[in-house]
């Protein structure tokens, strides 16, 4: 892990605290970081999703019989 000397505005990192309930601004910091990483992978994930139902990859699952055990 690095050490470095940043500003933060205290206001924010006080909001963030009481969103994410943590107690140290060291905490706060990685679980905001941590957090923002996450959901920029969820966005492309979801992206990637997307673009496969774009081109009529899931399609088959619409239909009920493809997926249901016949009685």
């Known amino acids: 892990m690095a050490k ?3 500003d933060v ?5 006080a909001e963030a605290a009481e969103v ?3 107690k140290t601004k060291k905490d706060t910091v990685n679980t ?4 923002s990483a996450a959901q920029r992978r969820r966005a492309e994930a979801f992206d990637e999703l997307s673009a496969l139902a774009d081109t009529g990859y899931f399609d088959e699952l ?3 019989k493809n997926y249901r055990p016949k009685p």
């Not at 505005?9 to 990192?13: K, Y």
């Not at 905001?32 to 957090?35: D, G, M, S, V, Y």
């Open 4 to 6: 470095m000397l940043i």
């Open 9 to 13: 505005d205290e206001e924010l990192l």
């Open 20 to 22: 994410f309930g943590t």
């Open 32 to 35: 905001a970081l941590r957090e």
């Open 62 to 64: 619409l239909d009920k």
